[in-house]
């Protein structure tokens, strides 16, 4: 039974989709969970689900492209508990394109909140937990962050980069008991995924073409991302650290 008792974690994009089922997650296997987004209504909501489920959880409004707003939710962390044991750096966006239909402001957007994101909150919480002596920060990438896709041009750049980010990481801090890791989901049912939908012209269509490059002919539900993320935030995953977990019901297989 993996738990992460009294282990106080700070979910990003934790107002829908895969962080909040993460939040989710983590709360009922005992952990204080900060559900923390961009959208502070959708944090709540989430916080208040994981409350009325008789589980503990505070939301937070973070919007993880803005260094300040990162350095905010670390010092509202540490007043209310003293320590950031797990972080999961969730929140993220995508976009569909070749290079040539990115515009440098599309490549701007994503890099910002996907791969600065991802950086700016882990160099704010990392000191503390080497401090410690443990702790677990957990990036969730994609397989697009260990392979290539038609018309993903801007978001396979970012994954891949926080792939690198978090190889990087897990090299240079192998020795203080923090371990860093990242999650390669194939696609998930979320709203991030509906949303992708509705820029095709027939997207039932679209659904199926999305399913079919999996071994299993279907996308994950959000729990199955939740439950690696519980591993690697837990003690049973103490001896791994710089891995990108792939989680992508066979997508990359046969690749
Ligand atoms: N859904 C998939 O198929 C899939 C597959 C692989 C990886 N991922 C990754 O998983 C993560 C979550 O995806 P999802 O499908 O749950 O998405 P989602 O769109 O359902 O949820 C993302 C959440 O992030 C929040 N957010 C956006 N910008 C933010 C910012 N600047 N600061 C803080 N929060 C912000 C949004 O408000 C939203 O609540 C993303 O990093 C995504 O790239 C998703």
Redesign the pocket.
């Known amino acids: 039974m993996i738990t992460l008792t009294d282990k106080i974690a700070l979910v ?2 934790a ?5 909040a089922a993460i939040a989710e997650c983590f709360a009922e296997a005992g952990a204080i969970v900060f559900a ?4 502070a209504a ?1 944090a709540q909501q989430t916080a208040a689900r994981i409350i009325q489920a008789g589980h503990r959880a505070e939301s937070l409004a ?4 803005d260094e300040a707003s990162c350095l905010a939710a670390l010092k509202t962390v540490n007043e209310k508990h003293g320590r950031c044991d797990v972080l999961v750096n ?5 976009h569909v394109g070749t290079i040539l239909g990115t515009k440098p402001e599309d490549l701007e957007r994503l890099w910002k ?2 791969v600065l ?1 991802t950086y700016q909150l882990s160099r704010a919480m990392l000191p503390g937990m080497i401090e410690r002596g443990k702790g677990s920060i957990i990036n ?4 697009l962050g260990v392979m290539a896709m038609e018309a993903r041009f801007a978001y396979t750049t970012t ?1 891949h980069a926080i792939v690198g980010m978090t190889r990087a990481m897990g090299m240079d801090h192998g020795t203080t008991g923090v371990r860093i890791n990242c999650i390669c ?4 049912r ?4 509906d ?1 992708m939908l509705r820029q095709y012209e027939n997207p039932e269509d679209y659904l199926r073409q999305m399913e079919a490059p999996h071994a299993m002919k279907r ?1 994950a539900a ?1 729990s199955e991302i939740a439950s690696a993320a519980l591993y690697l935030a837990s003690d049973a995953a103490s001896f791994v650290t710089g891995s990108a977990m792939i989680v992508d019901g066979g997508l990359s297989a046969g690749k």
């Open positions: 990003t994009g107002g829908s989709g895969i962080g923390s987004d961009l959208n959708a973070l919007d993880v492209s969730n929140a993220g966006i995508g909140v996907n994101g969730i990438a994609s397989i994954k989901p194939g696609r998930v979320t709203p991030f995924v949303e996308m959000p």
